[in-house]
């Protein structure tokens, strides 16, 4: 009778135990599926100022107005500053852009870039970056697009080092 008694209990505490975790785990995938929560950036902020990237930049900008040096339907905009100690020889950016009235994908493939700009950038100056989105559009958009997920994917040096980011953790988000 005691065996059975304490079977029991067991049982009782093995439910009260599953249940817990159900509960939680069906909390917590609903909080990681909310779509709602896109803005909400998780990383935890640098323990150092050596763990910063070399660089700070401005947030990107979306521009429909031709600039006949950098492209002539649509670009983006940014400004660059090279908090590194030797000159910058390119960069590469990685970037979502979305339809600002549908909020979806306006191309026909991915929505996703990743362009390499080929510039000089010394250090301790800043810099306006252009990006021409000239070659991957059919037709030059009437209003700009929103820009999510923006961040340096790859920075490369004149004395051939490299820096990169392929995650975006130091990214910029809308």
Known sequence: MQKTLISVARHRNCKQRLHLCIIILTVVLLLTSCIDMGGI?????PSSPGELP???????????TGRPAQFNFAGISFQFLNQGNEIVESITVSFLLF?????????????RFLITRRETLFPNLVNDVFISLDRFIHVAPSEPFL??????????????????????????RD
């Open 147 to 172: 820009i999510d997920f923006f961040y340096i994917y790859e920075i490369r040096y004149v004395d051939g080092t490299v820096w990169q980011d392929h995650h975006g953790r130091f990214r910029v």
């Open 99 to 111: 339809d600002a009235r549908t909020l979806e994908n306006p191309f026909l493939g991915s929505n």
């Open 54 to 64: 070399p660089f700070v930049i401005s947030r990107p900008v979306f521009e429909t």
């Open 41 to 45: 950036v998780m990383d935890i902020p």
